[in-house]
């Protein structure tokens, strides 16, 4: 079984409160998040559908909260010279931390999951709060617009989509990771 996180972008209202239940939870230093929330916002000019001739904006800004996608295919792991990043039984990627040697060659992550703790000189990741019910993030979220678990049966539940702007395209590592959009959400670009 592959786990793996569910985002409502269309729920999202960027309240941070995921952000900071991970932190307290993990006990994290000043400038390790395991989670972050980013804004998006753009637009774009279309024509009028009823009015020939006129054009008319589309402006869009949402929130998106992301963490470690437990990718299928991580680049972390990928460049790790010493092995420490690896995934569980559970398809969770995990590090190590004895055998990490701190050189962050795994920030090449698209997504910046690897956190670099300072005070400990090793990197860190999500561990989808390993051993409690369910992540801190998740249970905190007041709009419930996080949910982990299984990712076939969230993609069966809420869809296939694991990449919106600006997040990298999915191609890239195969997030774990399904997003219902918010309505005016571009899907992430083909990095080509």
């Not at 939870?25 to 000019?45: K, Y």
């Not at 005070?119 to 709009?143: E, I, N, S, W």
């Not at 069966?156 to 399904?178: F, M, N, Y």
Request: net charge positive; proline share 9%.
């Amino acid at each position: 079984m592959q786990l793996g996180f569910y985002f409502d972008a269309s729920a999202c209202t960027g309240c941070k409160t995921c952000v900071i239940a991970c932190k307290d939870r993990h006990d994290h230093p000043v400038g390790v998040n395991f989670r972050r929330v980013m804004h998006h916002e753009g637009g774009r000019w279309e024509p009028h559908p009823a009015r020939p001739g006129v054009w008319t904006p589309q402006v869009y800004a949402y929130s998106i909260s992301v963490s470690c996608n437990h990718c299928a295919a991580p680049v972390c792991m990928e460049v790790c010279p010493a092995g420490a990043i690896r995934k569980n039984e559970h398809g969770l990627v995990l590090v190590d931390q004895e055998l990490c040697l701190g050189c962050r060659l795994c920030k090449s992550c698209p997504y910046d999951a690897p956190q670099f703790n300072e005070k400990r000189g090793v990197m860190t990741l999500c561990d989808g709060c390993a051993g409690d019910a369910q992540p801190a993030c998740v249970a905190a979220c007041p709009q419930r617009a996080l949910a982990f678990g299984d990712i076939g049966a969230l993609k069966t539940k809420h869809g296939a989509v694991s990449g919106i702007e600006p997040l990298p395209d999915p191609r890239l590592t195969l997030p774990s990771l399904v997003i219902t959009p918010h309505r005016h959400s571009p899907l992430s670009r083909d990095p080509s």
